[in-house]
């Protein structure tokens, strides 16, 4: 298990090179009581570059190179960090990656392969390309160190809003919800903390229903970052212990609020760093009274869908 | 000529309604020396709702309503400011204003009307409408109250970025531009600021040149924020006193800089707002080295029009 002390050890090294990002009030309400944590400012445009950094940067000088599996964010954090480090990056990602993702990945110098169709096997690829190459493979989740960089993003949003009553935050194989629960629930108890994944790719719900890591046959989403199809033992074990509640959230109301963010709050949001507002603004939640945050996990979009979806969704705001 | 303690005291009021905004570093870039000043996050979406704030916050109690004349964003800041006092407001707006701009003020509850083509024309009619129902115009940049409200976005620099070295501002009228000046240079005269203006609607040049306020026979840029035909002796007061430079930029790099904002920095920002980080990104100043701040100014933009721009523009960088 991942631990406070580990957290605040991994934020000395994090924040040599990740943004310490703002938390907003969502402005265009009159009672400013939600914020918003905008990891989609950060640097390679998600929090994905806290773990990536934190895991690289402690990596030994002999080291010769990195490779990682990624539908899109984690590419390109661990591509910007390998640079960094001056270490070459071999990526292997989904054939239907979004191209924007591919091309921001291979704009920090990494050499991308679109190398399958499922997170399972681009990882296999991954893991083969490391071990020909003598590289050292970083993996997206399933992790101390990345878990401990993810978990600088709760240990911020404590820091920096004082009075913070609840936490909200969106899992994709759970490294940023590990992380983030562990840093707010050992700085303060009372802090309510709510995970949130996509209600076609529920694998946590899944998980915390049977007691185990659950693969689901399929997922289906509009979230891209939420994907992965399982998630570890590592995660599964610190979202059972920590989270109040984990909800899932349909895509309709994910892509409302990508769009809300858009034109209203004039912040570019993917939807996978949509899905945590999405699940506060459609009700999903039994919030305490007071501040609550929602991360804004990654800013990796593609706009014109955005603007170009329906309006609407089961939204009660 | 409005003071730095003016400006410390307006930002005691100003803050019970405006956000602190976020300094952003420009993540993009692997040196981080370019900074944002994120008034487009702003409530309202602009800088406007400080100087609103300000002037409407000191309106004696017996002020039964006001009015204001803008193309758009201190339509909507006087319009949010009002309902905050509880009173009515009136606002006319140009016949050819942004429609979202138009949608935006009626949102805070004000009676808008289309009332003329330039901005004479909507000012003698919104003045007439206060003298007509007996309420308080609210200029939009030509009043004291309002200059050291629009201040406190260079006192918060100054505060907020330790060791700024040089401070860039955009020139409608020259509210924004007088109060940041004023703040900035009477807080460290070695810190360089620099004045932007579309060079299609260059009325602070103009008025420098000559000595005296000049009003420009026609204007022409897609700034429509910055589209005043001329500033005010007030605002040229303060410009000519403290502004190291006063440079025209192109709509081509301002569009191209708004583009590569929504794209690379997931920031949605209006072409007014993106007009003094466009004079950096062409090469237009003569930057000393070290922190670098341009203020972002507004957000309200048309997100698909930004999209559909050709990317390009005489940029260096």
Redo the contacts between chains.
């Keep these: 298990m991942i631990t406070l002390p580990a957290i605040r050890k991994a934020h000395l090294i994090v924040s040599r090179v990740a943004?310490r990002t703002?938390i907003?009030?969502l402005?265009?309400s009159d009672r400013l009581e939600t914020f918003v944590k905008?990891e989609?400012?950060?640097?390679?445009?998600s929090f994905k570059i806290r773990g990536a950094w934190h895991r690289i940067s402690k990596l030994p000088k002999s080291c010769k190179g990195v490779t990682a599996s990624s539908s899109g964010n984690h590419a390109q954090a661990v591509a910007f960090a390998a640079r960094m480090r001056g270490l070459p990056a071999c990526i292997v990602m989904l054939d239907q990656s979004v191209p924007h993702k591919v091309e921001g990945t291979r704009s920090y110098g990494a050499e991308v392969i679109l190398g399958g169709s499922t997170s399972v096997v681009i990882t296999e690829r991954a893991e083969r390309e490391a071990a020909e190459r003598g590289w050292v493979f970083v993996p997206p989740f399933n992790d101390p160190d990345i878990i401990a960089g993810q978990g600088t993003v709760g240990l911020e949003i404590v820091q920096d809003l004082r009075g913070v009553r609840s936490v909200i935050v969106q899992i994709g194989g759970g490294g940023l919800s590990s992380g983030v629960m562990t840093a707010v629930k050992e700085s303060n108890p009372k802090i309510k903390i709510f995970g949130v994944e996509p209600a076609g790719a529920a694998k946590m719900r899944a998980a915390l229903d049977a007691g185990r890591v659950v693969t689901l046959p399929e997922v289906k989403t509009i979230a891209d970052g939420l994907k992965p199809t399982r998630v570890s033992e590592l995660t599964l074990e610190h979202v059972s212990k920590y989270a109040d509640d984990v909800v899932g959230v349909d895509d309709a109301d994910i892509l409302d609020t990508a769009r809300h963010l858009?034109?209203q709050?004039?912040?570019?949001?993917e939807p996978s760093g949509a899905a945590a507002l999405a699940a506060v603004r459609a009700g999903k939640l039994k919030l305490p009274k007071g501040p609550a945050v929602a991360i804004l996990s990654g800013?990796n979009?593609d706009?014109?869908m955005i603007?170009d979806s329906p309006p609407g969704g089961a939204l009660r705001a």
């Excluded at 989609?40 to 445009?45: E, F, I, P």
């Excluded at 709050?265 to 949001?269: A, D, I, T």
Aim: glycine share 8%; with cysteine; aromatic share 4%.
């Design positions: 943004l703002p907003l009030p402005k265009f905008c989609n400012l950060q640097r390679t445009g858009l034109l709050e004039k912040l570019v949001v800013g979009a706009v014109r603007l």
